[in-house]
């Protein structure tokens, strides 16, 4: 049985990424915060397991107790929106650096240290964002979240290179514009459809692919 490890499962699309790889027959171990969202998870038949992905020891802790070589996916969805970047004259201090942390720091720790628990030709996912690409970037606006998904692709970027001769992959991904609780109500798709799009990403073969930028709808993205 294939087995995934989804870091930020308690909603969102972290939360529908947990349904549908349960649907699909995956052994499926999640993450959450809150003890509410660890029982439901557990209810729906995933290992719940506790962790703010901003504890380093926590995160040390999750790797400790994994199996090596036990994993065939890890995906660090885990993230925020830091807010108080409407003013580049007077940014919010703490806000970036808060950003900073939860969205490149956390996910570049726990790639790390979760790695001796990839199976060989492992895979470890990042759920970065089209609003990372300097390419894409049309606007000026939501400075601290760009920031902060634009190093994580360097992080992607960089892990993949240091990977590819142990066969491992690390890929950033777009979800698309999701109607969660950070993408809004007006976003443009759902979860079910992100996620589906996104396993689909994933599940495709080869290290050739490692290193690089997709969309949920199989689109390669410039960084
Ligand atoms: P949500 O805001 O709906 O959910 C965020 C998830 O991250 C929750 O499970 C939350 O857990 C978890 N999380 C946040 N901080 C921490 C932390 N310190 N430790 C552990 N878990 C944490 O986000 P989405 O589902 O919309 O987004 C998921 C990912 O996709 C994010 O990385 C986001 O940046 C990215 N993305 C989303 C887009 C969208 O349109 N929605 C577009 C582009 C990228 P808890 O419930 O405990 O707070």
């Known amino acids: 049985m294939p087995a995934v490890l989804i870091i930020g499962a308690s909603r969102g699309i972290g939360r529908e990424l947990v349904r549908q790889y349960l649907a699909e027959g995956w052994q499926v171990l999640a993450s959450y915060?809150?003890?509410?969202?660890?029982?439901?998870?557990?209810?729906?038949?995933?290992?719940?397991?506790?962790?703010?992905?901003?504890?380093?020891?926590?995160?040390?802790?999750?790797?400790?107790?994994?199996?090596?070589?036990?994993?065939?996916?890890?995906?660090?969805?885990?993230?925020?929106?830091?807010?108080?970047?409407?003013?580049?004259?007077?940014?919010?201090?703490?806000?970036?650096?808060?950003?900073?942390?939860?969205?490149?720091?956390?996910?570049?720790?726990?790639?790390?240290?979760?790695?001796?628990?990839?199976?060989?030709?492992?895979c470890v996912a990042f759920l970065s964002s089209r609003m990372g690409s300097k390419k894409l970037l049309e606007s000026g606006n939501a400075l601290f979240y760009r920031s902060s998904k634009a190093a994580l692709n360097v992080v992607v970027k960089g892990l993949a290179n240091a990977w590819k001769n142990e066969g491992l992959r690390a890929l950033a991904l777009h979800p698309g514009w999701v109607r969660t609780d950070m993408g809004g109500s007006d976003a443009d798709i759902d979860v079910a459809t992100s996620a589906a799009g996104l396993r689909q990403v994933i599940a495709e073969p080869g290290l050739a692919r490692s290193g690089r930028f997709f969309a949920y709808d199989g689109a390669e993205l410039p960084w």
Request: proline share 9%.
């Open 33 to 122: 915060r809150q003890p509410a969202d660890g029982d439901a998870l557990e209810a729906a038949g995933a290992e719940a397991i506790r962790l703010d992905v901003g504890d380093a020891a926590a995160s040390e802790a999750l790797a400790a107790s994994l199996k090596p070589a036990s994993l065939d996916l890890v995906i660090l969805n885990a993230g925020i929106y830091p807010q108080g970047d409407e003013d580049p004259a007077h940014p919010d201090e703490a806000a970036f650096l808060e950003g900073m942390r939860i969205n490149v720091l956390a996910p570049m720790r726990l790639a790390a240290l979760l790695k001796p628990a990839l199976k060989p030709g492992g």
